[in-house]
């Protein structure tokens, strides 16, 4: 029977559910349905479905932000738009009805097709360029590919080629261009020393090579290929528009070297570009996009299925007077760094605590997630550690069972903290979805249960990068809806740091923004609250926030945090109107009822009882607050929601 707690919990959610169900996106049938207080909402947004063509881009320009390439490395920083320094056409973004950079990578590896005949059986040796978002070694699309591809030239050269090699470019000029910080940073460092081990038991070298400016990084990598006589280069496709330019200079460049190419969608579990309206236009909304990718899904199981392991080298690739330095190749940017100038991580320990990096850490965050028990107070565990006790999988005791309930409450152990795997790759998504599907015995999406709704959640990863793909200006900076880059926001440096630091007065905020702060992660409501906050509450640039979060996050994923902060700022595909302002202190008491989450990160409200956690300044005595050492609210609710109101209503005005 579920407990006292529990049952009212479940009413509670249910109940918030009804009063929010556009406020979550997910919840959300068609967030314009349910206009109100303000009569001049998003009705007037185009048909939301395919509103925007495939490809569709920058119209009607506004608040002086010309495209152009400015800020990050080598320029100053600039919150408007994101310099692009790959851009083929400087200054230039993705205008309405163009080809996207994943359009043009995509033909580019088309028009390669005759110099694939020829490379197959060329005796040649394989690359495997491994980035950012597919540290694994286990169900990688590329990496099979490359291994396979490996193995049919060492067939026809009779073995004296065909060899895997795998190479890893660390790019300071990228990080710092998409915002990565250090935690972030050492999360890969320490994914790459564990991968070097692994694939060094497969005979395969890892190579990693650190590389600046990233300019030169299509040189550098056929350079490399040259040097190891390989004449097939292979890689997942990375959606982020500098990414796509840069492959695109790489198949350029391949191709008067005589290398190959193979570039292959792997971290969607539906590739971009698939999901499409009957009129093959990208969805901007996310249920009717969610509907037809379970389609697509359901229809081709193959998309789940995982990838085979890389088969290992020949032993002669040790003696081979060309390859068999790579295995101890250090020096002059080769190796994997204990850390990385300008990304030094300061509490190196406690994330490697919180975040193992081990082989099979992501299976056992997955692992305790769907048979740990759920139900349990946990604030600073290890992901693989998540509560005490385990239960049958698909039990509705389970972390996953009670996904529905716990996902909302900010203090329990109710969502599976995959995420920093799921961002480097670590694990695929594939994996996710798989092993749903084998508790359920079928493929579950929706929100008829736990697996299903935490299966939409691995989808709306996937619709992020989606929207990253279709509509590439969302890299460059860029609202989503154009008017809304003319909201005049606040330039307030002291509330943007009272909000960076968890100093606003607003206790769920500040909880919030010091979990951020100390574990590199924050709970999802945490984030829709505070960004929300931000963005509405203090009417500071969505993008300040976004860099914040992604500079934080050892999750930082630049699809899912853009999409976040966009759908908060009420500027994205498929957002949250502009109208609906999450009200703070209601949705502390939904999402932390008992305080608990607070009295932790907040340590000065610690000694404070009751429901007066949640609004301290105005449910204690001036002198009960005084002596609590917290601050006072930066902004008053009522008047900051009608500023924003105002200000969101008629863009531009003050
Ligand atoms: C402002 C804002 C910024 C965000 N920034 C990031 C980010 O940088 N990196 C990131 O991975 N997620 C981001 N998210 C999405 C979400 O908050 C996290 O994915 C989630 O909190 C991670 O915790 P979990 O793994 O326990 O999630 P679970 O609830 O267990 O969900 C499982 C997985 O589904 C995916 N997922 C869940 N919710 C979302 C969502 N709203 N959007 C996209 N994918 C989702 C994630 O990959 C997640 O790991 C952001 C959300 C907001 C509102």
């Not at 305080?595 to 009960?624: C, M, Q, S």
Request: with cysteine; hydrophobic share 35%.
């Amino acid at each position: 029977m579920a407990s006292k707690r529990e049952a009212k919990a479940e009413q509670e959610i249910e109940e918030y559910d009804e009063d929010e169900r556009a406020l979550d996106p997910k919840l959300a049938e068609h967030p314009d349905a349910e206009e109100s207080e303000i009569s001049r909402p998003a009705k007037r947004r185009k048909a939301a479905d395919g509103g925007a063509s495939w490809g569709g881009g920058v119209k009607g320009e506004t608040n002086g932000a010309s495209t152009s390439d400015a800020g990050g490395e080598n320029g100053s920083p600039s919150i408007s738009f994101k310099r692009s320094d790959f851009n083929p056409r400087p200054g230039h973004c993705i205008g309405e009805g163009e080809p996207t950079p994943l359009m043009d990578l995509q033909r580019a590896l088309f028009n390669q097709g005759s110099q694939k005949k020829g490379s197959e059986n060329d005796g040649g040796n394989v690359v495997f360029w491994m980035r950012m978002h597919d540290l694994r070694i286990h169900d990688s699309r590329a990496l099979a590919l490359a291994s396979d591809l490996a193995a049919k030239r060492r067939k026809a050269s009779a073995g004296s080629g065909g060899n895997l090699i795998v190479l890893h470019i660390l790019s300071p000029g990228d990080f710092k261009a998409h915002d990565r910080g250090p935690r972030r940073i050492d999360f890969l460092l320490r994914a790459l020393k564990q991968l070097e081990a692994g694939f060094n038991k497969l005979d395969i070298p890892l190579v990693t090579l650190l590389v600046h400016p990233r300019t030169t990084i299509p040189d550098r990598v056929l350079e490399l290929c040259k040097e190891w006589g390989a004449t097939e280069l292979c890689a997942n496709i990375e959606y982020e528009v500098d990414e796509l330019w840069r492959d695109l200079r790489v198949i350029k460049k391949a191709r008067e070297q005589g290398v190959h190419v193979s570039m292959l969608h792997d971290s969607c579990i539906v590739p971009p570009g698939k999901v499409l309206t009957g009129n093959g236009k990208p969805y901007s909304v996310f249920s009717p996009w969610n509907r037809k990718w379970t389609e697509v899904l359901s229809s081709d199981l193959s998309l789940i299925e995982a990838s085979p392991d890389p088969e290992p080298n020949p032993k002669s690739i040790r003696t081979d007077a060309k390859l068999k330095g790579l295995f101890e190749r250090k020096g002059d940017g080769y190796g994997v760094p204990d850390e990385i100038a300008g990304f030094e991580c300061h509490d190196k320990e406690y994330m490697a605590k919180l975040w193992p990096v081990t082989d099979d850490a992501p299976f056992k965050v997955l692992d305790s997630f769907m048979t740990g028990k759920g139900g349990q107070t946990v604030l600073d565990s290890s992901a693989i550690e998540q509560g005490k006790g385990k239960v049958e999988a698909n039990s509705k005791e389970s972390r996953l069972g009670r996904y529905a309930i716990g996902r909302n409450l900010v203090s329990e152990n109710g969502t599976s903290r995959i995420s920093p795997y799921l961002a480097a790759g670590l694990v695929s998504a594939r994996e996710c979805i798989r092993r749903t599907k084998a508790i359920t015995k079928r493929l579950t999406v929706g929100r008829d249960s736990g697996a299903a709704m935490w299966n939409t959640e691995i989808a709306f990863r996937d619709f992020y990068a989606h929207v990253l793909a279709a509509w590439p200006k969302v890299s460059m900076g860029h609202a989503f809806i154009p008017k809304y880059e003319n909201v005049r926001w606040e330039r307030d440096e002291k509330s943007l740091e009272a909000w960076k630091e968890g100093k606003t007065g607003y206790p769920i905020v500040d909880a919030a923004q010091r979990q951020c702060l100390k574990q590199g992660y924050m709970h999802n409501r945490g984030r829709m609250i505070s960004a929300m906050f931000l963005t509405k509450h203090l009417l500071q640039d969505w993008r300040l926030g976004e860099k914040h979060f992604s500079i934080h996050f050892v999750d930082q994923d630049q699809a899912s945090n853009n999409g976040g902060w966009q759908w908060s700022a009420s500027t994205g595909t498929d957002p949250q109107p502009y109208f609906r302002i999450f009200n703070p202190l209601s949705q502390s008491e939904k999402s932390d009822p008992e305080g608990d989450y607070i009295r932790y990160w907040v340590p000065e409200l610690k000694g404070v009882k009751g429901k007066a956690i949640h609004d301290p300044f105005n449910r204690l005595t001036k002198a009960e607050f005084k002596k609590l050492g917290y601050p006072e609210p930066i902004v008053e609710h009522k008047s900051a929601r009608e500023r924003a109101l105002r200000r969101y209503k008629n863009p531009g005005d003050e």
